[in-house]
């Protein structure tokens, strides 16, 4: 039989992941740093962005501090022209950076919307913009945009998440159309109810527990892996002919609605 290298071998590739320093975006920089890519790993604490890449290093991965607020426009930019300088290339770009909110619309600000719009959608727009060229000219590339299963099922909690959650699928399916014939993929994941820093403080309200084991199917949260693998997949070679899906990881709960 003729020998194939292994569709999920990353060695080579380098992949930005923002919002890396915790929660689900640290779960994927770990999953894609295990598959062989060099990981830029991004957060607005140097600090930390500095131990997660040592981290990385200590099990014999490849990382690199990519610390800044990506919702500087002008520290964005100058964030991806340092990890460019570093690595020559960015092969794959994950955007995880994100705010949450949890508030009915007529008690939120106009200043908490812009900021979890300049969070969630805007920045992954502006890296987007950046990175994507470059992808089209080498004739490779993938874009993840970490989305959330509020554009289906938010109950009416999170408007304002569930709204920028939306915009960033349908970027994901835009870009699919135009990159794809350079052979770039752009698609979406829709977290459910995963535990993470974010999550923490619900977790903690009473009865959350309870709530969760009876309404999600798989009876119980998601552990961050199990968004980090599947997010890796879609930037693996065997994930080529995937491209404008947003993929739905919820433990069912969508679905029992």
């Known amino acids: 039989m003729e020998n194939h290298p292994t569709p999920f071998d990353l060695s080579g590739?380098?992949?930005?992941?923002?919002?890396s320093s915790?929660?689900?975006?640290?779960?994927?920089?770990?999953c894609l740093a295990d598959l062989g890519a060099t990981v830029a790993i991004n957060g607005r604490n140097?600090?930390?962005?500095?131990?997660?890449?040592?981290?990385i290093r200590a099990v014999g991965g490849q990382a690199i501090s990519a610390s800044c607020d990506v919702t500087d426009g002008a520290a964005l930019d100058t964030m991806i022209d340092d990890?460019?300088?570093?690595?020559?290339?960015?092969d794959i770009f994950v955007s995880s950076a994100a705010q949450f909110l949890v508030r009915p619309i007529?008690?939120?600000?106009?200043?908490?919307?812009?900021?979890?719009?300049?969070?969630?959608?805007?920045?992954?727009?502006?890296?987007?913009?950046?990175?994507?060229?470059?992808?089209r000219e080498r004739g490779w590339g993938?874009?993840?945009?970490?989305?959330?299963?509020?554009?289906?099922?938010?109950?009416?909690?999170?408007?304002?998440?569930?709204?920028?959650?939306?915009?960033?699928?349908?970027?994901?399916?835009?870009?699919?159309?135009?990159?794809?014939p350079h052979g770039v993929t752009a698609n979406a994941i829709a977290p459910g109810f995963m535990q993470t820093d974010t999550t923490a403080i619900f977790?903690?309200?009473?009865?959350?527990?309870?709530?969760?084991?009876?309404?999600?199917?798989?009876?119980?949260?998601?552990?961050?892996?199990?968004?980090?693998?599947?997010?890796?997949?879609?930037?693996?070679p065997a994930a080529s002919f995937i491209t404008g899906h947003t993929l739905v990881i919820d433990g069912g709960i969508t679905s029992s609605y």
């Open 83 to 90: 990890v460019i300088g570093q690595v020559g290339a960015v």
């Open 203 to 236: 977790r903690q309200e009473p009865g959350q527990d309870d709530w969760i084991t009876t309404r999600v199917p798989a009876g119980r949260w998601g552990r961050p892996d199990e968004i980090g693998w599947p997010a890796a997949f879609l930037c693996t």
């Open 22 to 30: 915790r929660g689900l975006g640290w779960s994927t920089a770990r």
């Open 106 to 135: 007529e008690d939120t600000t106009d200043q908490e919307i812009n900021t979890l719009f300049d969070g969630k959608l805007f920045s992954a727009m502006a890296a987007a913009r950046r990175l994507t060229p470059s992808m």
């Open 46 to 55: 140097e600090e930390l962005v500095t131990d997660r890449c040592e981290a």
């Open 13 to 19: 590739r380098t992949a930005l992941i923002t919002g």
């Open 142 to 180: 993938r874009i993840v945009l970490m989305s959330s299963i509020g554009i289906m099922a938010s109950g009416g909690l999170a408007p304002v998440d569930a709204a920028a959650s939306a915009a960033l699928s349908s970027f994901a399916k835009a870009l699919s159309t135009s990159l794809a």
